[in-house]
């Protein structure tokens, strides 16, 4: 029953996956120990999730995660928690800055994001 009720919270949180343009993380503080909350856009593909940080490694939640790589993720009031993955690599930090591009549009990644050297991959 227990295994019954995770497959359907993956499956709520999927469906709201495709409700929302904006999720909100929250990780561990590196130094308080505190919950942090932050709005954040992402892509969806192949069963991950990718974020990028919109000061890229500057970014107070990105040095967090790195300290501690769970985060907890909301999608339209549903939250799981992953073990999310920082991604370095620049040819596939440009793969993922290329897919944010596609769905927001490069005007409005330009806009916001001021650092485009890291991203971070979280399966579902």
């Not at 999608?75 to 897919?99: F, L, M, Y």
């Amino acid at each position: 029953m227990i295994t019954l009720w995770l497959i359907m919270a993956d499956s709520e949180f999927l469906r709201n996956l495709g409700l929302t343009k904006e999720l909100e993380i929250t990780v561990t503080g590196r130094k308080s120990g505190r919950s942090v909350s932050t709005p954040v856009w992402f892509v969806h593909e192949n069963g991950r999730l990718y974020l990028v940080p919109v000061k890229g490694s500057d970014s107070s939640w990105y040095r967090n995660l790195v300290a501690k790589p769970t985060m907890q993720i909301s999608a339209k009031g549903r939250k799981i928690t992953v073990k999310a993955n920082p991604i370095t690599d620049q040819r596939k930090v440009s793969e993922v800055v290329e897919k944010l591009r596609s769905k927001y549009g490069a005007g409005e990644v330009k806009k916001y994001y001021s650092k485009l050297d890291v991203a971070v991959e979280a399966p579902l």
